[in-house]
């Protein structure tokens, strides 16, 4: 078997992406080491066991202390820019409203 060319690590801050919901302050806290452009929020909705009708105050307590460019990023900004919607109109208007 060959080594690889780069650490474990490398390969998962270049390929992976991670969801987090309110629960997983620690996901946010450590979001330098996983890479902040990796994160994404989500809600589950609209499983039982989701956030809704919740999920205002649940994400304020979430991004509380985070920067607002890292904060905007996990919170709408990763996703536009995975799923390639920033020219779409949904994302031109997220990112139109956007204060970062």
């Keep these: 078997m060959k080594p690889l060319r780069q650490r474990p690590s490398d390969y998962v801050r270049q390929h992976v992406y991670f ?3 309110h629960v997983e302050r ?3 806290e450590l979001r330098h080491h996983m890479g902040a452009d990796h994160i994404m929020f989500a809600t589950d909705f609209p499983h039982i066991e989701c956030d809704w009708p919740n999920t205002r105050p649940f994400a304020e307590r979430l991004f509380a202390g985070v ?3 890292e904060a905007f990023k996990i919170a709408a900004g990763n996703m536009l820019s995975f799923f390639r919607l920033e020219d779409a109109p ?3 208007r997220v990112l139109a ?3 970062v």
């Design 97 to 99: 409203e956007s204060i």
């Design 19 to 21: 969801s987090v919901q």
């Design 90 to 92: 949904v994302g031109k």
């Design 67 to 69: 920067p607002a460019d």
């Design 26 to 28: 620690v996901a946010i």
